[in-house]
């Protein structure tokens, strides 16, 4: 007796695989990018101040960051004002990092 051969069945790739893969010439979100680094960058400066406040680590990069940002010193108050200051510095070097990245791609 002959042996049937079996069909190939082709498989079709998955929906969720579709989507995770982007084409070659695919764009960032200049404001998503911007957002997502304010957000970092702002609780980055304000951990710090804090940690500074509390515990004495990291006051030197505390103070030095107090000289950019107006506002910023070490303490509660001044910690809010420069996680504040963090998200907006943040924000504009991200919508700008991701304008760059759109422009060359």
Do not use: E, H
């Amino acid at each position: 007796m002959a042996k049937k051969r079996k069909k190939a069945v082709k498989k079709k790739a998955a929906p969720a695989l579709k989507k995770a893969v982007r084409p070659a010439n695919s764009k960032l979100s200049p404001r998503a990018l911007g957002l997502a680094c304010g957000i970092l960058w702002g609780l980055v400066i304000l951990i710090i101040g804090l940690t500074a406040t509390y515990w004495g680590y990291g006051t030197n990069f505390a103070n030095l960051f107090a000289t950019l940002y107006p506002g910023y010193a070490l303490g509660v108050q001044g910690s809010i004002i420069g996680g504040l200051w963090g998200l907006v510095d943040g924000f504009v070097l991200g919508v700008l990092i991701g304008w760059l990245y759109n422009r060359f791609v």
